[in-house]
């Protein structure tokens, strides 16, 4: 008999319920979606999935590239699921979707972006799952990549994405009034690559609204050409910047301005676009993976800020070597982490390593002045190329964890790799 992948996932969620699953933990099932790369699960998505006011909204391609949005009531397992209108080229995995609600409500959205003009939408009013496709600023939105929403304090939004190719393109960052509805440019090049490299970005706003970015630069087309560790943040919502020690920085930032946390080689299977997350002080956490010179096995690593200097911490103790080289979305054994830091400064990482079966694993510190990590597995099957994107609004606000999974396939190289659709589900998760 034939069993299939669904009826699997059922059954091992079963097992594992019966098990070790606190009732803090269940899998709610949406829908099911494009799988033929990771388009739907790349950690660059700001957001996949997250809440306002009490209801939760997803977004994902369906198996014919479809834009799909779906909403709930947080608790409930019945999802009200909308198609829009929209499309994306679902070949190339750069082409994510990505989601926000605002202060009063209304959704954002925007989609199918790589190297092309813009696409941007917005909801029609508050809590709708119908679109109005818009302009937002109107100005060098040609040549937009990796398109991020985060939710600032008073309700506006920030939006920050790449202008121009891999390896030669500048941040952009634009400001969103929820009072006024409009969309204003911040900053038109913060941090430059002066046609000669780019920044690889991942940000985090605090609880205070300061907006935390860090990167590593590429010096071209080729993933291996990744180096470095770059920081900056912001309390004034993006128009002035600082280094780690409060020293202003004279914009645009670029190689030779840029304040280093770590100094990583090139060919140091460094990857691009991980995560960050602050504390209730302020303090950033970044999260990565890279090798040391004198080893071949890339490691996870938490690079964070103890309040005075910035301090690295090995998460992993992987065995399996893998390299980077090459363009496009690779095939690799592991995902990129997604680090979440609690009320309690209890820090987790999220990723998926083959050697652990591909499943979505937690490393957790809980106390990070004597960091020892331990890892345990969440409850889902293997989950292929899978990358972890989560509610980030939900964990701010009760220190629970929704996690956007579904089994996903990717050939190396911006190729793909022939999966049938597979079912988008939320994990559900408290840590003790």
Known sequence: MTVSRRTLFALLLLGSLASSLTPQTRITEIADGWANNQINTVIFRKNSVTSFNGLQYVAFYDPTSRVVIAKRTLGSTNWEITVTPFTGNTADAHNSI???????????????????????????????????????????ERRATYPEFYNMPNGGLIFLYRDGASGSGNIILNRYDVKRGTWTRVRDNLIDGENKRNAYPQTVVDSKGTIHISWVWREGPDVSSNHDIGYARSSDGGKTWTRSNGAKYQLPINARNT???????????????TSMAADRYGEAYIASYWRDQNSAVPQYRLVYFDGSSWRTSQISNRTRAFTLSGGGTKRIPISRPQVLVNSRRMVVVLFRDAERGSRASAAICDNITRCNWTVSDLPSQDLGMWEPTFDQALWDANDELHLFIQFVGQGDGETLEATAPQPISILEWKPK
């Open 98 to 140: 990505s989601l926000a609600v605002d202060g009063s409500g209304v959704l954002h959205l925007s989609w199918n972006n790589h190297n092309t003009p813009l696409k941007y939408a917005r909801g029609i009013r508050p809590g709708s799952l119908e679109f109005k496709e818009a302009t937002m600023i109107g100005n060098r």
């Open 259 to 273: 304040e280093y946390v770590v100094r990583i080689p090139q060919n140091s299977e460094l990857i691009n676009q």
